[in-house]
């Protein structure tokens, strides 16, 4: 009987998730040595290195087997960014929709018509241009998070941030009865695929969201489960999404909007995540990080870059005319349109379903858009930091004990809860 272990190793979920918190968490010491650099940047690099286009300590094999993981940490944050959709807000201030909708239209046609300068047209450059529409949810929250921020332009540009991949999500759907007839497919899977996607995965959402608004109701006494109620909700949307092959991306979205409609009290929308939320932020950027493909980023970057630019430069201006033009302060408007700069994980997700079900379409749209997610994300957290300080907005810091600087001044960080997420005259929830 054998008792020693086998090699190569297998690979092991759990140890890969240490190691990525490991690598995560030496990554943003190295940032904090200098305060320019964002410590979501410190994430990045060191998963760079230490994924198999670099030094190979992460294998391709255990990136796949910890996806889960990361599909978990990305539904916590949409979960929480779904939180800041509150009907009740929108029906009050429909100017923010109007804003969503006027920069999401000069997003998709700004990438449209610039991919074609460089070869990709055609359906493969509308796909990728509905992939643009959306933002990261992570690198706002994490920022913010940092700096302590709270205010008119992060409330506003949360909710602008969960717009986008609302709209994001429903675009792509409605490009898929197309790719399909490229694919030939028959009519049924033209029209039911989309349908059940975006039909299946609200449906998801919704009831779960039900269940967990429930379940709080029924417990709201005993105040120490709920942030245990909120996890295993998450979790079991993503379980279940992936069993019924669904979004494992808009159902947590969707949990979310549902729990904040759903509550007429404090109950679970506004719980504090605390510390610990910290842990998944990690992870998801190292993972990003070692995903990076240098050899395609060389490659593809004219393209990249091109897509980089006209997204950058559609989101800032079509955020910024309309808001102004809504009588918002031209310095909050601004602000707002630079914090939606940075894309990653629903975009991520949105290349992943099409190089699954279209692989000749797929290597077209994940070569761009992913090297573009490199570039976006490696400039982004720097640029939210610099528009947040720039907004106007408060930025509540407290120090943080356990660490200090070099040059012998601590570390501050800031604190945000789910209400600095929510709108300052909205109605409670």
């Given at each position: 009987?054998?008792?020693?272990?086998?090699?190569?190793?297998?690979?092991?979920?759990?140890?890969?998730?240490?190691?990525?918190?490991?690598?995560?968490?030496?990554?943003?010491?190295?940032?904090?040595?200098?305060?320019?650099?964002?410590?979501?940047?410190?994430?990045?690099?060191?998963?760079?290195?230490?994924g198999?286009?670099?030094?190979?300590?992460?294998?391709?094999?255990?990136?796949?087997?910890?996806?889960?993981?990361?599909?978990?940490?990305?539904?916590?944050?949409?979960?929480?960014?779904?939180?800041?959709?509150?009907?009740?807000?929108?029906?009050?201030?429909?100017?923010?929709?109007?804003?969503?909708?006027t920069?999401?239209?000069?997003?998709?046609?700004?990438?449209?018509?610039?991919?074609?300068?460089?070869?990709?047209?055609?359906?493969?450059?509308?796909?990728?241009g509905?992939?643009?529409?959306?933002?990261?949810?992570?690198?706002?929250?994490?920022?913010?998070?940092?700096?302590?921020?709270?205010?008119?332009?992060?409330?506003?540009?949360?909710?602008?941030?969960?717009?986008?991949?609302?709209?994001?999500?429903?675009?792509?759907?409605?490009?898929?009865?197309?790719?399909?007839?490229q694919?030939e497919?028959?009519?049924?899977?033209?029209?039911?695929?989309?349908?059940?996607?975006?039909?299946g995965?609200?449906?998801?959402?919704?009831?779960?969201?039900?269940?967990l608004?429930?379940?709080?109701?029924?417990?709201?006494?005993?105040?120490?489960?709920?942030?245990?109620?909120?996890?295993?909700?998450?979790?079991?949307?993503?379980?279940?999404?992936?069993?019924?092959?669904?979004?494992?991306?808009?159902a947590?979205?969707?949990?979310?909007?549902?729990?904040?409609?759903?509550?007429?009290s404090?109950l679970?929308?506004?719980?504090?995540f605390?510390?610990?939320?910290?842990l998944?932020?990690?992870?998801?950027?190292?993972?990003?990080?070692?995903?990076?493909?240098?050899?395609e980023?060389?490659?593809?970057?004219?393209a990249?870059?091109?897509?980089?630019?006209?997204r950058?430069?559609?989101?800032w201006?079509?955020?910024?005319?309309?808001?102004?033009?809504?009588?918002?302060p031209?310095?909050?408007?601004?602000?707002?349109g630079?914090?939606?700069?940075p894309?990653?994980?629903?975009?991520?997700?949105?290349?992943?379903?099409?190089?699954?079900?279209?692989?000749?379409?797929?290597?077209?749209?994940?070569?761009t858009?992913?090297t573009?997610?490199?570039?976006?994300?490696?400039?982004?957290?720097?640029?939210?930091?610099?528009?947040?300080?720039?907004?106007?907005?408060?930025?509540?810091?407290?120090?943080?004990?356990?660490?200090?600087?070099?040059?012998?001044?601590?570390?501050?960080?800031?604190?945000?809860?789910?209400?600095?997420?929510?709108?300052p005259?909205?109605?409670?929830?």
């Amino acid at each position: 009987m054998e008792f020693l272990p086998v090699w190569p190793f297998p690979v092991n979920t759990l140890f890969f998730f240490g190691f990525l918190l490991f690598c995560g968490a030496l990554g943003g010491y190295v940032a904090h040595r200098w305060p320019w650099i964002p410590s979501i940047t410190g994430f990045m690099v060191v998963g760079l290195f230490a994924g198999p286009n670099v030094l190979g300590l992460i294998s391709p094999e255990a990136l796949a087997q910890s996806r889960i993981v990361v599909d978990v940490a990305l539904a916590l944050i949409l979960y929480r960014l779904g939180l800041s959709l509150d009907i009740k807000r929108f029906i009050n201030d429909r100017s923010l929709v109007l804003i969503s909708l006027t920069e999401s239209a000069l997003t998709f046609v700004a990438v449209y018509f610039c991919l074609g300068w460089f070869g990709i047209s055609g359906l493969p450059a509308a796909v990728i241009g509905t992939i643009a529409i959306s933002s990261s949810p992570a690198v706002l929250i994490h920022v913010a998070h940092e700096l302590g921020a709270s205010g008119p332009v992060t409330t506003r540009s949360m909710s602008l941030v969960a717009l986008n991949n609302v709209i994001a999500f429903m675009a792509f759907a409605a490009m898929l009865p197309a790719l399909y007839g490229q694919a030939e497919a028959p009519l049924s899977i033209m029209i039911g695929a989309p349908l059940y996607q975006v039909l299946g995965s609200a449906a998801l959402g919704a009831a779960m969201g039900w269940a967990l608004h429930l379940a709080a109701r029924t417990t709201k006494a005993a105040h120490q489960y709920q942030l245990a109620l909120v996890i295993g909700a998450v979790m079991m949307t993503v379980g279940a999404a992936l069993v019924l092959k669904l979004s494992a991306l808009f159902a947590p979205l969707m949990l979310g909007m549902v729990v904040r409609s759903l509550e007429r009290s404090n109950l679970v929308a506004d719980i504090e995540f605390g510390p610990s939320f910290e842990l998944f932020f990690i992870v998801l950027f190292v993972y990003a990080g070692a995903n990076m493909h240098v050899s395609e980023m060389l490659h593809y970057w004219p393209a990249a870059l091109a897509f980089v630019f006209a997204r950058s430069a559609a989101k800032w201006l079509g955020v910024t005319l309309t808001a102004a033009a809504c009588r918002t302060p031209l310095q909050q408007a601004s602000a707002s349109g630079l914090l939606l700069m940075p894309m990653a994980g629903l975009a991520i997700g949105l290349v992943n379903t099409t190089a699954a079900l279209f692989p000749r379409e797929g290597l077209i749209v994940g070569s761009t858009v992913l090297t573009a997610v490199a570039i976006l994300e490696t400039i982004g957290p720097p640029i939210a930091a610099r528009a947040l300080r720039w907004s106007g907005d408060r930025l509540g810091e407290t120090v943080d004990s356990s660490a200090a600087r070099p040059n012998g001044h601590r570390i501050e960080k800031g604190v945000i809860d789910a209400s600095d997420v929510r709108s300052p005259d909205a109605p409670p929830a």
